[in-house]
């Protein structure tokens, strides 16, 4: 079949190509515009594609320009943690002096915090994730399949942002309210398991001392003076320590509506945590004893 082209007056360069068969029409250049413009319109229309995104407003990657909604991320609320001790920055392994003027390093800490929630006009919300777990059952051998709000956090050093979950209320909430450590029922987690990434699978740093003790609450490392021959002692605090421990706080905590993360910020002062011990003593009970005695005024939360 033979294609003839024809130029189109007022549009120099554009040509269109027309099959043999058709030179029974009159020539193209005396065709309407109107009719030029109908066939680029067709040729627009079958070559689009939908573009997949997200329509919702409140999403934090919200695509105006998206045709089908899909792939919505929504904001989260996140701890930034810093961690001090007293006005200075706290490095893992490093010395720091004492209430009682000695010197005692700090090798590590870490901790788990978990049932966050925010208060606001009386109202109490949570991040919506939520997770299905495989837990020991309170008595017997058997096994149970529990649903949990999926807000568990392991706080270390790094990384300095802890993203506990998705949490969609907007505005200003007046109270913040969270467990240091894991409830009974979440202490009662199977970790081998718990899903991967979880915060409650197994550590390398192994904080889970069976199915009697559960899991490690809060566990410090320190060494009890400068020597750097001196052995470390391990403080670790479980249930049996800890029990039941809240920390509250009121203020105002703003949630900007938009799709935006809700960021807050929890400085954990080593110095607060410390402050009392005799490290000359030796008496790692006494120790985490004080530790315990210390912590209502250990965590501050501020934005």
């Not at 920055?89 to 090798?107: A, E, H, M, N, V």
């Not at 997770?131 to 020991?136: V, W």
């Not at 210390?294 to 934005?303: D, E, G, Y």
Request: aromatic share 14%; hydrophobic share 40%.
């Amino acid at each position: 079949m033979r294609i003839q082209s024809f130029r189109v007056s007022g549009f120099p360069g554009f040509k269109i190509f027309v099959p043999s068969f058709l030179k029974v029409l009159p020539s193209p250049s005396l065709w309407p515009l109107s009719f030029f413009l109908f066939l680029f319109a067709v040729s627009q229309t079958a070559c689009f594609e939908p573009k997949d995104g997200c329509l919702d407003i409140e999403a934090t990657n919200f695509d105006a320009a998206a045709d089908k909604n899909c792939c919505c991320e929504y904001p989260q609320l996140v701890l930034e943690t810093v961690q001090r001790f007293d006005t200075l920055q706290y490095l893992p392994d490093s010395l720091y002096l004492g209430t009682d003027g000695k010197w005692f390093r700090i090798k590590s800490v870490v901790f788990y915090l978990s049932d966050i929630q925010l208060f606001q006009n009386g109202g109490i919300l949570t991040v919506s994730d939520s997770a299905q777990l495989q837990t020991f059952a309170p008595t017997g051998n058997d096994t149970l399949k529990e649903a949990f709000t999926d807000d568990f956090l392991l706080v270390r050093r790094t990384p300095v942002d802890n993203s506990v979950g998705d949490f969609r209320p907007a505005g200003v909430f007046d109270k913040i309210k969270f467990r240091l450590g894991l409830s009974a029922d979440a202490n009662r987690v199977i970790p081998g398991l718990a899903p991967g990434g979880s915060p409650l699978r197994i550590q390398a740093d192994s904080l889970w001392y069976g199915r009697d003790a559960g899991y490690v609450f809060m566990r410090a490392i320190v060494a009890r003076d400068s020597m750097s021959a001196t052995q470390p002692d391990t403080l670790a605090f479980t249930r049996a320590d800890l029990d039941d421990f809240f920390v509250e706080q009121t203020g105002v905590f703003t949630h900007q509506s938009g799709g935006y993360d809700f960021r807050l910020q929890l400085t954990v002062d080593y110095k607060v945590m410390f402050n009392g011990i005799d490290w000359t003593s030796g008496d790692i009970s006494a120790w985490k004893s004080q530790i315990v005695a210390n912590l209502p005024n250990v965590f501050r939360v501020s934005q």
